[in-house]
């Protein structure tokens, strides 16, 4: 299963855009990459997928390079509800496999 | 419209005992997943179940856990002679498919101890 690397923590100030990075040097081309944060004493939360393109919604960007090693999450303006962990996961439905492979995540601190 | 609710919220039980974990999925969700998240880690995948059927039991740890579900809905995890290394938050996660693009809706949890 193909993996991915995030930092352990960052930091951001309020109301500045934060920008998550992920590596994911041994996707397949069949890997979507998606973007999940939990925060405090929940359960998981969708923020974003995407394939190739980089993608917008409501809720944060995505930004996916040219060979698709690499992708960022970006929180134009972060806000205190946005401090969670952030988890960058590949997703693959090879035959019955509709699992995601979680790594430890990246704890986004957010200062007033 | 509801989420994903789960029960008990908090379970503290004696080692050895058995225990049963229940998700309630979102309605019409065909797909539903469980997870288990040790303190400071990142989420295990257990099994997932595509209506009643379970395609990917290959996360269970063990024989001693077990899951079902019924009329695709209601799914129970059930640990039986538990040990304390299984203490850990269980999470369940449903969606309207398994496809890749179909987002896991997540439960709160369910903290079990093993004492």
């Known amino acids: 299963d193909a993996k991915t690397t995030q930092p352990n923590s960052m930091e951001s100030n309020e109301e500045e855009p934060v920008h998550l990075p992920c590596n994911h040097s041994?996707?397949?081309?069949?890997?979507?990459i998606h973007w999940y944060r939990q925060l405090p004493s929940q359960g998981p939360e969708y923020v974003i997928h995407?394939?190739?393109?980089?993608v917008n919604n409501r809720m944060a960007s995505l930004a996916i390079a040219e060979d698709r090693k690499s992708s960022t999450l970006i929180l134009h303006r972060a806000t205190l509800r946005d401090a969670a962990v952030y988890y960058c996961?590949?997703?693959?439905?090879?035959?019955?496999?509709?699992?995601?492979?979680w790594g430890l995540g990246t704890s986004l601190a957010v200062n007033p | 419209g509801a989420g994903v609710s789960q029960s008990p919220s908090n379970k503290v039980t004696e080692k050895g005992k058995d225990v049963e974990l229940r998700c309630d999925p979102i309605?019409?969700?065909?797909?539903l997943y469980w997870y288990r998240q040790s303190l400071g880690q990142g989420l295990e995948f257990l099994i997932y179940f595509q209506g009643n059927s379970a395609p990917d039991k290959s996360g269970l740890p063990s024989d001693r856990f077990s899951a079902e579900r019924t009329g695709g809905s209601v799914s129970t995890l059930t640990i039986q002679r538990t040990q304390q290394e299984d203490s850990a938050v269980y999470l369940c996660a449903s969606s309207l498919l398994a496809g890749m693009l179909y987002e896991q809706y997540f439960g709160p949890g369910t903290r079990l101890t093993v004492t």
């Open positions: 996961i590949l997703r693959a439905d090879a035959g019955n496999n509709r699992k995601l492979i």
């Open positions: 309605s019409g969700h065909t797909a």
């Open positions: 041994t996707i397949s081309g069949t890997d979507y």
């Open positions: 995407g394939l190739t393109s980089n």
